[in-house]
């Protein structure tokens, strides 16, 4: 067998060597975003009274439409 043939099959065997131990990694301590903290999360907005909610609501509403409105008005003066 040609020497580059080595090559390539020693390079597949050591990326396959690294794949398994980067989803054992993955597996044993996740990177993402964990479904507990996300439990914590809407458990804590649930404990939250309703007024509250709906201000929180009412706020980050108030926030995307300033910033739709703003990104509009951008595009007008930047228009060609």
Do not use: H, K, N
């Not at 020497?3 to 990694?25: I, N, P, T």
């Not at 980050?60 to 228009?79: C, H, K």
Request: charged share 25%.
């Amino acid at each position: 067998m040609p020497v580059s043939v080595w090559w390539l099959l020693g390079l597949l065997a050591v990326s396959a060597a690294g794949w398994w131990w980067e989803a054992r990694r993955e597996r044993r301590r996740p990177t993402s975003f964990s479904r507990r903290q996300a439990a914590r999360q809407l458990a804590a907005w649930r404990a939250l009274p309703t007024s509250v909610q709906a201000a929180c609501d009412d706020e980050a509403l108030d926030a995307a439409e300033a910033e739709e409105t703003a990104a509009a008005f951008l595009r007008t003066l930047y228009r060609p």
